[in-house]
């Protein structure tokens, strides 16, 4: 995950950590939190840039990408 946005066009300078909250080897699943650094608000940032879809959509071009 740290490489994955760290290195990203859009998220890569406001990226600062990514750490594994929760992993579940029944159902395969890992809860984890992820930190960034964001600028004083501006117009749109956090509805555009900060939403969930938006980085949870950086996440899965990357393993799109890698297939």
């Known amino acids: 995950l740290t490489e994955v946005y760290s290195s ?3 998220l890569g300078r406001y990226f600062r ?6 992993f579940s080897n029944e159902s395969s ?3 984890y939190q992820l ?3 964001v ?6 940032f956090m ?3 900060m939403n969930p879809d938006f980085i949870r959509n950086i996440l899965r071009q990357n393993i799109y990408d890698e297939d």
């Open 39 to 44: 600028p004083p608000t501006t117009e749109g």
């Open 35 to 37: 930190v960034f650094s």
């Open 47 to 49: 509805e555009n840039i």
């Open 17 to 22: 950590s990514a750490q594994v909250i929760s």
């Open 29 to 31: 699943t890992v809860i």
């Open 8 to 10: 990203s066009p859009a």
